[in-house]
């Protein structure tokens, strides 16, 4: 009798503790996504939902100003690669400014920002302070770098001609309004504002490094060329793959460098795709055709991307 009622005592006992323990495992699944669920509202939001509208704007002839906006299909990405059309031509010399700016500046900013980090990273006075100066710049807003270096450029009354003439230097150099000072300006106004940034990112990948791979390597004899070659290089893969992609994609939408210091002089010549697709869309009210041209740039600079990984992914086979 004792028996009977302890097991119908323990029976409910034993259910209460089992759907206690399914609702926590029910509660344990959902809790990353709760988690999650604000940065997936503002990605839904600012992210999903224009790109979403911008495919749709790219299908319709587009003026913000008007309230009908007819349906065109394809017209506009067809435009883009149709000889004679009156945006073809003017893209794709965009297209080819920024491939030139891209292919200028990469190199610059993948390279140099190295250098810095090497000695940077060393133990000496004044360290820190180095540091934060070669990394000022970068917190300037680009319409601040633009003013700045728009005055200082000027070929008539800027600063530098002022001071190479002081030098004894040609003081009448066209750095905004001709080929090549202009690309020659807007590299180095690029490379001297963004330096500090790929350089944090290098130093902290040095602090990464294994310090015993570099004892071991010299108790090997290795030289100091060998010890970077050899443990700084293979060590820093994944910093490099992270410096090379956003630097790349940062160079491709260049836009307010060539805005305020030269406009896009001379010629059209340094005007990049990002700036001719402002001006379609918001000075042509094209959106529509500003939305195709966007949507072709992505799809390049999603191309090169993917090449950067295969090349990495690539080495790194090889290697091992």
Same mark, same amino acid.
């Given at each position: 009798?004792?028996?009977?009622?302890?097991?119908?005592?323990?029976?409910?006992?034993?259910?209460?503790?089992?759907?206690?323990?399914?609702?926590?495992?029910?509660?344990?699944?959902?809790?990353?996504?709760?988690?999650?669920?604000?940065?997936?509202?503002?990605?839904?939001?600012?992210?999903?939902?224009?790109?979403?509208?911008?495919?749709?704007?790219?299908?319709?002839?587009?003026?913000?100003?008007?309230?009908?906006?007819?349906?065109?299909?394809?017209?506009?990405?067809?435009?883009?690669?149709?000889?004679?059309?009156?945006?073809?031509?003017?893209?794709?010399?965009?297209?080819?400014?920024?491939?030139?700016?891209? =292919?200028?500046? /990469?190199? @610059? !900013? %993948?390279?140099?920002?190295?250098? +810095? &980090?090497?000695?940077?990273?060393?133990?000496? *006075?004044?360290?820190?302070?180095?540091?934060?100066?070669?990394?000022?710049?970068?917190?300037?807003?680009?319409?601040?770098?633009?003013?700045?270096?728009?005055?200082?450029?000027?070929?008539?009354?800027?600063?530098?001609?002022?001071?190479?003439?002081?030098?004894?230097?040609?003081?009448?150099?066209?750095?905004?309004?001709?080929?090549?000072?202009?690309?020659?300006?807007?590299?180095?106004?690029?490379?001297?504002?963004?330096?500090?940034?790929?350089?944090?990112?290098?130093?902290?990948?040095?602090?990464?490094?294994?310090?015993?791979?570099?004892?071991?390597?010299?108790?090997?004899?290795?030289?100091?060329?060998?010890?970077?070659?050899?443990?700084?290089?293979?060590? =820093?893969?994944? /910093?490099? @793959? !992270? %410096?090379?992609?956003?630097?790349? +994609? &940062?160079?491709?939408?260049?836009?307010?460098? *060539?805005?305020?210091?030269?406009?896009?002089?001379?010629?059209?010549?340094?005007?990049?795709?990002?700036?001719?697709?402002?001006?379609?869309?918001?000075?042509?009210?094209?959106?529509?055709?500003?939305?195709?041209?966007?949507?072709?740039?992505?799809?390049?600079?999603?191309?090169?991307?993917?090449?950067?990984?295969?090349?990495?992914?690539?080495?790194?086979?090889?290697?091992?």
């Amino acid at each position: 009798m004792a028996t009977d009622t302890a097991g119908a005592v323990a029976a409910p006992r034993a259910r209460t503790a089992e759907r206690t323990a399914v609702r926590s495992v029910r509660r344990e699944r959902w809790t990353p996504y709760l988690f999650l669920a604000p940065f997936g509202v503002l990605f839904g939001v600012f992210v999903v939902l224009p790109a979403l509208l911008g495919i749709w704007m790219s299908l319709h002839e587009w003026d913000q100003f008007l309230d009908r906006h007819p349906w065109v299909g394809l017209h506009n990405y067809g435009d883009l690669f149709r000889s004679g059309s009156p945006t073809a031509g003017p893209f794709w010399q965009s297209m080819l400014a920024t491939g030139e700016f891209t =292919l200028f500046s /990469v190199p @610059l !900013l %993948v390279v140099l920002p190295l250098a +810095l &980090a090497l000695l940077l990273n060393r133990r000496f *006075a004044g360290r820190t302070a180095f540091r934060a100066l070669y990394f000022a710049p970068y917190v300037l807003g680009v319409a601040v770098i633009g003013i700045l270096w728009r005055y200082l450029l000027d070929p008539s009354v800027g600063l530098i001609n002022a001071i190479a003439g002081q030098l004894g230097l040609p003081a009448t150099t066209p750095w905004t309004t001709a080929m090549p000072w202009a690309w020659v300006s807007l590299v180095a106004i690029t490379v001297w504002w963004t330096l500090g940034f790929n350089t944090v990112i290098y130093i902290a990948g040095l602090q990464d490094v294994n310090r015993e791979l570099y004892d071991a390597a010299r108790v090997d004899g290795a030289s100091r060329w060998q010890r970077f070659r050899h443990v700084t290089l293979p060590g =820093l893969r994944p /910093v490099f @793959l !992270l %410096v090379i992609v956003t630097t790349l +994609l &940062a160079s491709a939408n260049m836009f307010g460098q *060539a805005l305020m210091v030269t406009q896009g002089a001379p010629a059209n010549e340094t005007r990049t795709a990002v700036m001719y697709i402002a001006q379609e869309g918001f000075r042509n009210f094209r959106l529509g055709s500003a939305a195709a041209m966007s949507y072709v740039l992505s799809i390049f600079l999603m191309a090169l991307s993917v090449l950067v990984f295969w090349l990495f992914r690539r080495r790194r086979g090889e290697e091992a």
